[in-house]
């Protein structure tokens, strides 16, 4: 293949593919019906020049065929008034007007055939056109139809939904974040509360215990309980009689306690 070949073939392509773009279906219905309808016209026309020259071969093939019988009616009256000449001219004409006749019928056959085909052309085109005229309505309707689809999906593709509804995401994720994140610190919140009162309560039972435990070392106070000591407290500095002195040195240190735990704390 030659180089002007192959740059007459891209020509050719991108005149096409040119034409194709720029090809809109709402006008080119509108023109394929416009251009029907002046078919249509020219058609008629047509029609029409052939009726006319039908009709004028018919004419002469009228007067053909009147002359060839005048001439035949003029031949046999020749002969009977004894004209054999004149009545061989009236037959020679008579022939000519016969054989002009028979030609013109022959045209006047084929012309009406030419008419009647003519004819049935225009009433199909004339069919086609109604028919055409209803589907071109109909194919506007939809390339309307499609030319708004085909915008309204190039506007939706322009439209970057993505990115908001990852935004939508991270946002609806985070507010769950929060409320955990809240629902967690209300239950901290309540277990330190809780914590703290058994504290408290912790306290108050030590407290009762050291209470008690300050009344058992109390040498003033009673037995604890309603146990019976098997002797009341005796006085400061006395000894009972009978005791050892090992036991009076164990009293001293016992009492020596009970003052250190009596005391308040500094």
Same mark, same amino acid.
């Given at each position: 293949?030659?180089?002007? =070949?192959?740059?007459? /073939?891209?020509?050719?392509?991108?005149?096409? %593919?040119?034409?194709?773009?720029?090809?809109?279906?709402?006008?080119?219905?509108?023109?394929? !019906? !416009?251009?029907? $309808?002046?078919? &249509?016209?020219?058609?008629?026309?047509?029609?029409?020049?052939?009726?006319?020259?039908?009709?004028?071969?018919?004419?002469? @093939?009228?007067? #053909?065929? !009147?002359?060839?019988?005048?001439? @035949?009616?003029?031949?046999?009256? +020749?002969?009977? *008034?004894?004209?054999?000449? &004149? +009545?061989?001219? #009236? &037959?020679? /004409?008579? $022939?000519?007007?016969?054989?002009? +006749? !028979?030609?013109?019928?022959?045209?006047?056959?084929?012309?009406?055939?030419?008419?009647?085909?003519?004819?049935?052309?225009?009433? =199909?085109?004339?069919?086609?056109? %109604?028919? @055409?005229?209803?589907?071109? =309505?109909?194919?506007?309707? /939809?390339?309307?139809?499609?030319?708004?689809?085909?915008?309204?999906?190039?506007?939706?593709?322009?439209?970057?939904?993505?990115?908001?509804?990852?935004?939508?995401?991270?946002?609806?994720?985070?507010?769950?974040?929060?409320? %955990?994140?809240?629902?967690?610190? %209300?239950?901290?919140?309540?277990?330190?509360?809780?914590?703290?009162?058994?504290?408290?309560?912790?306290?108050?039972?030590?407290?009762?215990? &050291?209470?008690?435990?300050? +009344?058992?070392?109390?040498?003033?106070? *009673?037995?604890?309980?309603?146990?019976?000591?098997?002797?009341?407290?005796?006085?400061?500095?006395?000894?009972?009689?009978?005791?050892? $002195?090992? #036991?009076?040195?164990?009293?001293?240190?016992?009492?020596?306690? /009970?003052?250190?735990?009596? $005391?308040?704390?500094?």
């Amino acid at each position: 293949m030659g180089l002007f =070949d192959r740059i007459g /073939r891209v020509f050719r392509s991108n005149v096409n %593919a040119a034409v194709s773009a720029a090809e809109d279906p709402e006008k080119i219905l509108e023109q394929t !019906v !416009v251009d029907m $309808q002046e078919d &249509l016209v020219k058609l008629r026309q047509a029609v029409a020049g052939a009726i006319a020259s039908q009709k004028r071969i018919e004419q002469q @093939y009228n007067q #053909a065929s !009147v002359q060839a019988d005048e001439w @035949y009616k003029r031949a046999q009256l +020749a002969l009977q *008034k004894g004209e054999e000449n &004149l +009545a061989r001219e #009236a &037959l020679s /004409r008579k $022939q000519t007007f016969a054989e002009t +006749a !028979v030609s013109l019928k022959q045209q006047l056959d084929q012309s009406s055939g030419q008419v009647a085909k003519m004819r049935q052309s225009m009433t =199909d085109l004339e069919s086609k056109i %109604a028919k @055409y005229k209803t589907e071109k =309505d109909m194919l506007k309707a /939809r390339a309307k139809a499609a030319k708004a689809t085909e915008q309204l999906s190039q506007a939706m593709g322009q439209i970057d939904t993505t990115s908001a509804i990852g935004a939508f995401d991270r946002m609806k994720e985070k507010v769950l974040e929060m409320e %955990a994140k809240s629902e967690a610190i %209300a239950e901290l919140a309540g277990d330190s509360l809780d914590q703290q009162f058994l504290s408290l309560e912790a306290n108050s039972d030590v407290e009762s215990e &050291l209470q008690l435990l300050k +009344a058992q070392l109390d040498p003033s106070s *009673k037995a604890i309980a309603g146990t019976p000591t098997g002797q009341e407290a005796l006085p400061a500095g006395s000894t009972p009689v009978g005791i050892p $002195q090992e #036991a009076k040195v164990v009293d001293a240190e016992l009492e020596e306690l /009970r003052s250190k735990l009596n $005391q308040p704390p500094s």
